[in-house]
């Protein structure tokens, strides 16, 4: 059975900066895509970002391209976000998830349907 736990998640102001984390366990990490989403109050879940499988490419959505950065440790079979010049409009439960499909390309990996495992979500709230 997968697991994906998320960590890191709190309170920071505007601008400021933060890194959630999601380790994984009950698979081959460097097999699995992961991913990472949001849900504000009110809104659909959003893609924010993913890192492939074995290589690592990276795809980084639209609205957060040039402020989040996603990235992966198969030593710590751990992936990830690290959040730059935070907003309010940030303010959401964070998601990690991974997929077990493979696919030619990292921005592919957009789709909540293509992700089979998820995390509980993080608390992410920035403060204006």
């Known amino acids: 059975q997968v697991q994906l736990v998320e960590s890191g998640g709190g309170l920071v102001q505007a601008g400021g900066s933060l890194r959630v984390s999601c380790a994984v366990t009950?698979?081959?990490?460097?097999?699995?895509?992961m991913g990472w989403f949001r849900r504000a109050p009110g809104k659909e879940r959003e893609f924010l970002a993913t890192?492939?499988?074995?290589?690592?490419?990276?795809y980084v959505g639209n609205s957060v391209k040039g402020r989040f950065t996603i990235s992966r440790d198969n030593a710590k079979n751990t992936v990830y976000l690290q959040m730059n010049n935070l907003r309010p409009e940030d303010t959401a439960v964070y998601y990690c998830?991974?997929?077990?499909?493979?696919?030619?390309?990292?921005?592919?990996?957009?789709?909540?349907?293509?992700?089979?495992?998820w995390g509980q979500g993080t608390q992410v709230t920035v403060s204006s």
């Open positions: 890192v492939t499988y074995l290589v690592g490419d990276t």
């Open positions: 998830a991974a997929s077990t499909r493979y696919y030619s390309s990292a921005d592919y990996y957009t789709e909540d349907l293509q992700y089979d495992f």
């Open positions: 009950g698979r081959t990490f460097s097999s699995l895509t």
